[in-house]
């Protein structure tokens, strides 16, 4: 009895959940994503070995000054890391996922000066048919500011292009180290 109560009220939940999502402007910002590809002339071992570390992004990527394990083990589900910038700015990032078969991680961010939100990502190692290494980093996101219409710099095409040259700069840095050029 108490069950088909709550079927027939379950729709009017619903409708208020929606109507709720729209009055907070819920609506306002849809999930971005962009994905960067490298092709690196060294093999795939050496290339994993270079970014497989969850704490020391700074080996690869030109804007981390330091990087340094704050909570739970480096490599393992759970641990947090503090990213340093070179400009002093902070961001804190959790790993989600961690496969050394696969060679890839995911992780999210939790605090960042970035204009963007919710914000989730895979770096992952593999192979080309030409025996060249392909290193694929690809994010999910929203913008920073969800609301229907975003202040000046907090919108789509700005955290999309944020997130695109955070992407190339480290994949063209890795590039030149593994190449040596």
């Given at each position: 009895?108490?069950?088909?109560k709550l079927k027939k009220q379950l729709p009017g939940v619903f409708a208020l959940s929606l109507a709720a999502s729209f009055a907070f402007g819920g609506e306002g910002a849809?999930?971005?994503?962009?994905?960067?590809?490298?092709?690196i002339n060294a093999p795939a071992e050496t290339v994993w070995k270079k970014v497989n570390n969850f704490g020391d992004l700074g080996a690869w990527h030109p804007?981390?000054?330091t990087t340094e394990i704050i909570s739970g083990e480096n490599n393992k589900v759970g641990a947090i890391r503090l990213l340093t910038l070179q400009d002093g700015a902070t961001l804190k990032?959790?790993?989600l996922s961690y496969d050394e078969k696969k060679t890839e991680y995911s992780y999210n961010i939790i605090e960042s000066p970035l204009p963007i939100s919710e914000y989730t990502s895979?770096?992952?190692?593999g192979k080309d048919k030409k025996g060249m290494s392909k290193v694929t980093w690809s994010g999910?996101?929203?913008r920073k500011d969800v609301s229907p219409r975003p202040a000046v710099g907090q919108d789509d095409t700005t955290a999309t292009k944020?997130?695109?040259t955070v992407y190339r700069a480290g994949l063209d840095n890795l590039k030149a180290i593994l190449e040596h050029k």
């Open positions: 009895m108490k069950m088909n849809k999930f971005l994503k962009i994905t960067e590809v490298c092709e804007a981390v000054k990032e959790t790993l895979t770096v992952s190692v999910h996101f929203k944020t997130m695109r």
